[in-house]
């Protein structure tokens, strides 16, 4: 039993390792290996795609050499992989060692599969677990960070895995094969929405915030955190025995409904989706983990009274193609999702069929065979997570000081305006601490931010957001665009009100836009309106249309008080959707500075980031500070206010 505990163990561990370089290795498609609306999706997807079909050779590989080789072999890749992203190396390097980390736990999962025929527990657990650890890192994961933290932290998970990979692996039993085909459906419903922190707080922050669907922070202390009844529901579905009868369709249904809740895309929705898709996805585990009953025999109970030292390479490889292929379906899934993006379909069917196929897969072994069920001990394993779950509730950053509102209205307001590229340099690594110095540099008032992320798989599921807020130690308030978890923000060291988004016509553009208005209150009864937004034209045409729309929307929402329109226009001075700016009356805050560059971030040659003010708001200081914290250079201005 303790070695069948440790080959448990080895997969827990490993999922959370292969885990960790798919968060590197996402992203790098979309900002190393390209750029995400400027190269073409379908090359972008079929990079992505392609390392996943390549890991289709691996079952016959792991059969004709033998598992327990490959995946020794294959496990020091990954951890080395592992290790080797931590020292950071930003770039095409980065590229190319999430790629080989990537194969390497591709393999390392078909020699397992083979080796480890039940996989529910250790999957479950392995899930969980990076649930829990992304969580109380505040999604700022190890792999990013460096330093004596990051390295020991990277260090001591690689050699535990690596431990517990090295110890003699017990044999699989039979079956087995359609919990390994829910391996990769599994990671990405976990990762959309069932058990990701990022998601959880961002729905959170949605319940605080005002009708119109826009997120506000918690109150100051109040952290919002992965819950611990999400992960609970999770464990006990996957762990538990699951129920007889009918009561087997409970959590493939709740699994389905939260699916459809989540890709509804309406933020309030979320929470709901995030408790069903948690409970469903455990429940559709366990009732795949079946074993078709057996006729034991003197040499069959021989073989299973120890541990096996070898896998012969005639066994089946089944369990390690069924492995592989449900690998295919999450890399198919999260391209088809975060694709449509950029390409304009829609997307809503992918999680919900992924979901469909999940409950299927689990629903279609018939009735389970309770004799391998496991074990009652499982039950402290479930508490012992659960337990480590609330002791994690200290997870995501996003707790902020009150805003302050002075006496008398200051002499003046730094502004500053970022398209903040879901927080990736120029060299792909994610760092929310290079964006938070360029910005605190400019000692800001009001902040503008666009290209927000709150929870895209596809990003690594940081909150980027929560992220900055705190180490700004300034208040946001949040609007979607292209859907719940991405959008723009404004965040304000004085108190603000009377926030309000409207969503803008995509006319023919294929990612979401809107603008966000708020009021801040500067002190003395002086307010001022802020207005961030970030247009998206159509491919080859200006984006006339919505200039026109967030122009009319700003002046509406101002209503005679001093505004200031912000963020990435996606035009330079002069063009047609500028011109329905200046039209409107307002006016260029950084002509004094101009010409001003912004794009890209290494040679600044377009301005297409920008600040406008209404009469009688004056302008100066503007300065577009040089940094690769994003592909754009953060533009700032002073703006004095004309007192009545």
Same mark, same amino acid.
Do not use: K
């Given at each position: ?6 080959? @448990? ?10 885990? /960790? ?5 996402? *992203? ?14 379908? %090359? ?79 999957? !479950? ?59 990769? *459906? ?14 959880? !707080? ?19 202390? /109040? ?15 996957? %762990? ?93 899934? !999260? ?7 950029? %390409? ?25 065979? @309770? ?13 012992? !997570? ?20 002075? /006496? ?97 016509? *995509? ?53 005679? %008080? ?79 206010? @004309?007192?009545?």
């Amino acid at each position: 039993m303790r070695h069948r505990h440790l080959s @448990t163990a080895a997969l827990a561990l490993g999922i959370v390792v292969l885990t /960790d370089v798919l968060r590197v290795f996402l *992203p790098s498609v979309i900002t190393i290996f390209g750029q995400a609306a400027t190269t073409p999706a379908e %090359l972008l997807g079929a990079f992505a795609l392609g390392w996943f079909v390549l890991a289709l050779a691996f079952p016959p590989l792991v059969r004709r050499l033998g598992a327990r080789p490959v995946t020794l072999a294959a496990a020091v890749a990954l951890g080395g992989a592992r290790l080797a992203l931590t020292a950071g190396p930003g770039g095409r390097t980065q590229l190319w060692l999430a790629a080989a980390g990537l194969l390497a736990g591709l393999l390392w999962l078909a020699g397992t599969a083979t080796t480890a025929g039940r996989p529910v527990p250790g999957l !479950a657990l392995g899930i969980a677990l990076g649930a829990v650890a992304h969580a109380s890192l505040g999604t700022y994961d190890l792999v990013w960070r460096g330093g004596p933290a990051g390295w020991a932290g990277s260090v001591a998970l690689v050699a535990i895995f690596l431990a517990a990979t090295a110890r003699p692996a017990w044999p699989a039993e039979p079956g087995g094969a359609r919990a390994w085909l829910l391996a990769g *459906p599994a990671l990405l419903l976990t990762g959309l929405v069932a058990l990701s922190p990022a998601v959880a !707080a961002t729905a959170s922050s949605y319940r605080r915030g005002p009708a119109g669907g826009l997120s506000w922070p918690s109150a100051p202390g /109040d952290v919002p955190t992965l819950p611990a009844w999400a992960l609970g529901l999770f464990l006990l579905g996957a %762990l538990a025995r699951p129920p007889r009868g009918h009561w087997r369709l409970v959590g493939p249904l709740a699994l389905v409904a939260g699916a459809v809740l989540f890709a509804t895309g309406e933020p309030r929705l979320l929470t709901p989706a995030v408790v069903l898709a948690a409970a469903g996805t455990g429940a559709c585990l366990a009732l795949a983990d079946a074993a078709p009953p057996a006729v034991a025999s003197p040499a069959a109970s021989l073989d299973a009274a120890s541990p096996a030292v070898g896998v012969t390479a005639g066994r089946s490889s089944r369990p390690a193609l069924a492995a592989v292929l449900g690998m295919l379906v999450f890399a198919v899934a !999260a391209v088809a999702y975060y694709a449509a993006y950029d %390409l304009g379909y829609p997307n809503a069917a992918v999680p919900v069929g992924v979901a469909v196929l999940v409950a299927a897969v689990a629903l279609g072994g018939g009735h389970r065979n @309770t004799t391998s069920a496991p074990p009652r001990r499982w039950a402290a394993g479930i508490a012992v !997570a659960s337990a480590l779950v609330v002791l994690a509730a200290t997870g995501l950053p996003s707790g902020v000081p009150a805003p302050h509102r002075p /006496d008398t209205p200051p002499a003046a307001v730094r502004l500053v305006a970022y398209n903040i590229r879901m927080g990736y340099g120029l060299d792909g690594r994610f760092d929310p601490d290079g964006l938070a110095r360029v910005i605190a540099h400019e000692r800001p008032d009001v902040v503008v931010l666009g290209e927000v992320d709150r929870g895209w798989l596809l990003n690594g599921g940081h909150d980027t957001l929560a992220l900055l807020a705190a180490r700004l130690r300034m208040p946001y308030v949040f609007a979607p665009a292209a859907d719940p978890l991405w959008g723009d923000a404004i965040l304000s060291r004085f108190p603000v009100a009377a926030a309000r988004s409207e969503r803008l016509a *995509p006319v023919g553009a294929p990612t979401g836009a809107q603008a966000l208005g708020v009021t801040v209150d500067v002190g003395g009864g002086v307010r001022l309106a802020v207005v961030a937004t970030h247009l998206q034209p159509p491919p080859g045409r200006e984006p006339v249309t919505q200039a026109r729309a967030v122009a009319g929307f700003a002046l509406r929402y101002a209503a005679g %008080l001093p505004l200031v329109v912000a963020g990435d226009l996606n035009t330079e001075p002069g063009a047609p959707r500028y011109a329905e700016f200046t039209g409107a009356g307002l006016v260029d805050a950084l002509a004094s500075a101009r010409p001003l560059p912004t794009s890209p971030a290494d040679d600044p040659r377009e301005q297409i980031d920008h600040v406008l003010v209404s009469a009688g708001v004056l302008a100066a200081g503007a300065v577009a500070p040089r940094s690769t914290a994003s592909d754009h250079l953060p533009v700032a201005v002073t703006l004095t206010l @004309t007192l009545p």
